[in-house]
């Protein structure tokens, strides 16, 4: 009996390979406690420096306000007392509208000169009975529905944009940066219809989309409806702070086209494909 105790007594080796083994799971432990706490440093570090870098709306700035002041100075040839309604998109960006928007705001009025003024500022608006009816169509539950911003091809419709004039009598020219909506020709149609009031003021597109000539563009220079549309025909970038005179506007001319009633033709043989790049600005 006590050789059988004897046998089961403890074995130094073994005692020893034990702690060996406990020492190692301990080490392995500690290393990914100390590389756990690397990341998430690094993490940490990284969010904040994201947080830090601003996104620069410059260049955008700078073309928005050349392409004003080239549609300010047209305006100053056909009228004398512009008192200019600006509408916008429905920016969630604060800094994108303080800068890009003032910019051109700023544009417009130094082509006018004396000849008239931005009078007033406003986004078109999406609703909350426009979003719940527009969920309701698109079969789609939305949480948050008071932040739910979808492209404005989904919502931007002609009674959308004569409601922001509407509210505005005290203008008597629109410029739209939000451009012409114009999902198909009745649209188009609409857009002359409302426009033909009486005393409605004639509309102008400032970087918005506008149809194409087989959605009836024609057809709102015709009316009258559509006076001018200055339209980027790609999204290259220019330091025009840097440009003297001459090379600003030749900047301009390689990067936008001025379409009016009178050089419509030219520009549709010129350049054709400007109407789907302005409408790849909506999508």
């Given amino acids: 009996m006590a050789e059988r105790n004897s046998d089961k007594s403890f074995d130094p080796q073994q005692g020893v390979m034990k702690d060996l083994e406990y020492h190692k799971r301990l080490l ?27 996104p620069s709306y410059e ?18 040839k056909q009228r004398d007392d512009s008192r200019v309604l600006l509408i916008t998109r429905p920016e969630r960006s604060h800094a994108f509208h303080k800068k890009v928007i003032r910019a051109a705001e700023e544009g417009l009025e130094s082509g006018l000169k004396d000849t008239g003024s931005v009078e007033a500022v406003e986004g078109v608006r999406f609703t909350r009975e426009r979003a719940e009816r527009l969920a309701a169509e698109l079969g789609r539950t939305v949480e948050n529905i008071d932040k739910w911003l979808p492209p404005l091809a989904h919502w931007y419709t002609p009674d959308v944009l ?21 999902r198909n020709s009745d649209e188009v149609e609409e857009v002359e219809r409302l426009f033909s009031f009486e005393n409605s003021p004639p509309l102008l597109v400032l970087h918005g989309p506008v149809p194409s000539p087989q959605m009836g563009v024609r057809s709102l220079f015709k009316s009258g409806t ?6 980027r025909q790609n999204c290259l970038g220019y330091d025009y702070n840097r440009l003297d005179k001459p090379a600003l506007l030749s900047r301009f001319e390689e990067n936008h086209t001025m379409m009016t ?21 909506d999508e």
């Fill in 226 to 231: 559509l006076m001018a549309a200055v339209v």
């Fill in 261 to 281: 009633a009178e050089n419509l033709n030219k520009v549709v043989q010129r350049c054709g494909g400007v109407f789907e790049a302005s409408r790849i600005l």
């Fill in 162 to 182: 004569y409601g922001v004039v509407q509210r505005h009598p005290e203008c008597n020219v629109v410029v739209s940066m939000v451009g012409i909506p114009y």
């Fill in 59 to 76: 260049p955008e700035a700078q073309k928005l306000n050349t392409a004003g002041k080239v549609m300010g100075h047209f305006l100053r």
């Fill in 28 to 54: 392995i432990a500690g290393g990914c406690a100390a590389l756990a706490v690397l990341i998430l440093l690094m993490v940490v570090l990284s969010t904040g420096e994201q947080k830090d870098r601003k």
